[in-house]
């Protein structure tokens, strides 16, 4: 017990260097470049204080929690040998951890209100649900996926960038096509699908299955898993914008 | 009463978040591996952690960093701030890129600070260090990482102040990947492609969100429907290219 209150001493003190840069910015812009006054200073300083033991609770269960299961059960799965429970568990993963990500919430509830004006869908609360919805599980099934083809490449050893390069041309020509104003939604939505508890589980994941099978290095093989993560949803989210 | 509901939110919001996750994992574990971890007492206490520090976390950013940064992003792109700091009694009509300096120096460090601040690119970076066997400093990927951030979303505002599409700019970048990947060590190219998504998260979402709307909203000539967005995209396409660089530059000092 006293071991963890010291560890996690020392994290709290990591954290706050973690966090400084962000309050030297914003205190230099606010009083030198804005020239105002800090509104609600004690709230700010409460924030500023939970912010600081989150992060530090955050990392310990981490290191504790997340990072041993990720590891533990991806050795599992390669003893066990099994391509589909492997592969149904990574479809699983990535589309359950994204299908209630409140970054993609917020970005597909964006994109219809684009649609709506780009008059591609009707302007009625209704159909920019509906389309919404459509666009989150869209999203949510193509890191399904893109975890599937990040695992299926772990065990095969396939080189990885061949295959982010022949996303990137998709994503390319995709571009071409797609209606203009999807376009800047698509490209961010690689960007947030890929969520604070997601990263660790999957590098986890990835890191483990590739020191688990003989001829892998964890360096080489065990990391991608999050690219192919950022990368299939542009093209999905491209794709969605041209059918609908 | 009035700080008991936004805590109750935030924790019920996160444990929402935690829930599938949590319940794919140990329906996995005991379902199809049918076996306990070694330490499950552990590891159950290692998910409580993440759970309040994850919650702990948000309500602070929530309180703290969220509504001072849009305020800061909405003055900085106020027109009369701007005109204020630009070269002031210019007849021409317009938008002049220049005035807007403040905006990318903002860009710059707030996308530098808040990636240093970002949960699971530390979480990437600890992994990382230890895989590599410590060849890759956790310090030295975090900050080529903020750097790409950074270096993304000053040239992303750029972008929307001067109103090019953006698809140029990203195929440029993805250019640059794909050289790079040719030069580069070996060995870093996965984790330089996984540090693309990684860095856009908790933390630096929001804010640039907010900046690139404030941007695309009083810009003259831009909408901030189609204009607004992109920023992120910025974001997690140069972490790739800096941390290639990173490993380029170590490679060339070692030499």
Known sequence: MN????????????????????????????????????PELGRIMVGVLFVILGLTFFIHGLEQGLFPIGESMATAFARKGSLFWLVTFAFSLGFGTTVAEPALIAVAAEAANVAAAGEMIEASEDAKARYANG?????????GLAIVIGVVRILKGWPLHWIIIGGYVL?????????????GIAYDSGGVTTSTITV?????????????????????????????ASLTPMIFVMAYGMLI | MDILKPILDVTLGT????????????????????QKPANLGEILAGFAWVLVGLSLFLLGLEWCLFPLGRLMAEQLTDPAFVQAAGS???????????????????AFMIGFSTTIAEPSLI?????????????????????????GVAVGISLGCYRIVVGDPIHWYIIAGYIIVVIQTTLAPK??????????????????????????????ETVPGRNPLIDGFGLIAFASLFPIISVMAYAQLSKLRAR
């Open chain 2, 15 to 34: 444990v929402n978040d935690v829930l599938p996750i949590a319940a794919i994992i140990f329906g996995f574990q005991f379902l199809v591996l049918r």
């Open chain 2, 123 to 147: 979480a990437v970076a600890i992994k990382a260090n230890e895989v590599s066997g410590g060849a890759i400093g956790i310090w030295g990927l975090r900050i080529a990482v903020a750097i």
């Open chain 2, 88 to 106: 002031a009694g210019d007849a021409v009509m317009g938008v002049d890129w220049k005035d807007y300096f403040w905006v990318y120096i903002f």
């Open chain 1, 200 to 228: 660790p589980l999957v590098t986890a994941l990835g890191v483990g299955l590739a020191s688990s099978i003989r001829g892998r290095n964890p360096m080489i093989d065990g990391f991608g898993l999050i690219a192919f």
């Open chain 1, 171 to 183: 994503v390319v020509i995709m571009t071409v096509f797609a209606p203009r104003e999807i376009i």
């Open chain 2, 187 to 216: 060995l870093i190219i996965p984790l330089a492609y996984d540090s693309g998504g990684v860095t856009t998260s908790t933390v630096t979402v929001p804010l640039v969100a907010a900046l690139g709307l404030g941007l695309s």
């Open chain 1, 135 to 143: 666009l989150r599980y869209t999203v949510a099934l193509s890191v």
């Open chain 1, 3 to 38: 071991n963890t209150l010291v560890k996690l001493l020392r994290s709290m003190l990591g954290s706050m260097r973690d966090l400084l840069p962000i309050v030297v910015v914003v205190l230099f812009f606010e009083f030198v470049v804005l020239q105002q006054p800090i």
